[in-house]
């Protein structure tokens, strides 16, 4: 093999360069709408300015307390850890399929000393039996990437890394959407507590303005009984709403990556509901696509498949490997790297597995078919992206309009209940209008609270689906204990 071309072996590989079996990737062609169907719906009239979906959304709710726990999470929550390990982890499996790409290089040294026995060599003195052998050499092997295996390899890898990396930014989504969203209902399901209390405390007032009425002789048991029955109704309210407020609060300190108790002295004092933003705009759905994340993810898929459709088809070709061996051998370790010691070797090597030709074929199609698979992925992922936004822009737009009349309804219920008092006091009315004005006026209350909680949620969902946002970042790594 002393007289192998290698520089013409060289030449060839580079000529050959070029060429990558398999199909290259190109992004699929999608037919999306111009605009939303329901794109007006949650935009606003007064000619505001829509905050940009890449600005972090939460500083337009104006709340302090609710950056914290955001950016809190942002650095501490588990989820988003174990993403970034997975995109760590795709990161260097990419750098390894790079080194591929390069010739392959190790070294060794062995020394070894042994006698022969006086049946193997008789007559031979024990000096005469001894042998000594000393060798260092270097070896390197190199895939001449003909027909682009290699290069697909690291493509695949390669658009790997990137779906992991938009993993992890799906994953950002998912965990501020939450943080958010279980913000809002703690301060609704506070608010709650707040009228349940505030209307326990007028009841209490009802009963005992009924109760001295019957000592005095102008009243019935009846009406006390009745009238002790709707107080013990909304003092139960009281218990539930508080259990869901503390298991709220212990959700926000898990997505934290604090203890559930961690947040109660925090969260305990009631703040109102963050302020809806004046406007918001979804934009078009081909901006929407391109800021989605998990869209993204689902495309990088879709291209490392189909560049695992090369790596399998390359098999049906020969896979050439030149290999080398550079050394020096000697008896004795004074010999080494003297020039007659000098041992080299370099060799082409060619596998191909045509008489297997039935194995390498149904690899392809089983990537053929998994490259199917992620393109249906990636379309419905589109899909979903959009009935997200559709869905998220009609329910706040709705949620928006309910919460005007709810509002209303509490307030006309809270002013019935005191004048439906007042004539009961002057005797103009019976106990009846006032328990039904001062039921009717809890139950307004609390449908405007929780329908207040739902027209913010309803943003968050918005900003949610719009993927917007914050600028990248990535959660504080921890070390391995002993690594």
Known sequence: MRNLKL??????????????????????????????????????TDGSVAPEPDNEFWQNFNDPLLTRLIEESLSANHDLRIALSNYDRANALLRGAKFDRFPTITGSASGSE????????????????????????????????????????????????????????????????????SYVELRGLQERLRVARVNADNQK?????????????????????????????????????????????????VLTGQTPDALIATLDAATPLPALPARLDAGTPGELLRRRPDVAAAEHRLHASTARIGVATADLFPRFTL?????SQAIDTSALFERASETRLAALGIDWSFLDIGRVRARIKAADAQAEGELARYQQSVL??????????????????????????????????????VRYEAGAADLFEVLDAERTQLQAQDAFADGRTRSVTGAIALYKAMAGGWPAREPVREGVAGR
């Open 7 to 44: 520089p013409a072996v060289a030449a060839l590989s580079l000529a050959l360069a070029a060429c990558a079996v398999g199909p290259d990737y190109v992004r699929p062609t999608l037919a999306t709408p111009d605009s939303f169907a329901r794109g007006d719906a949650a935009a606003a």
């Open 114 to 181: 042994s006698r022969s026995s006086s049946d193997q060599m008789p007559n031979v003195s024990n000096d005469g039996r001894d042998n000594e052998s000393y060798s260092v050499q270097a070896n390197a092997s190199w895939e001449l990437d003909l027909f682009g295996r290699v290069r697909r390899s690291v493509e695949s890898a390669r658009a790997e890394t990137w779906a992991s990396a938009a993993d992890l930014q799906a994953m950002q989504v998912s965990i501020v959407g939450e943080v958010a969203r």
């Open 205 to 253: 007032e009802t009963l005992r303005l009924v109760q001295a009425r019957f000592d005095a002789g102008r009243g019935t048991e009846f009406d006390t009984s009745r009238a002790r029955a709707q107080l013990e109704a909304t003092l139960a309210r009281v218990p539930n709403l508080e259990a869901q407020v503390a298991v709220t609060q212990h959700r926000l300190a």
């Open 323 to 327: 290999s080398g061996l550079i050394g």
């Open 384 to 421: 979903l992206a959009l009935e997200d936004t559709e869905n998220a822009l009609v329910r706040y737009a709705r949620a928006r309009v309910e919460d005007q009349h709810l509002e209303r309804a509490a307030q006309d219920s809270a002013k019935a209940a005191q004048l439906a008092r």
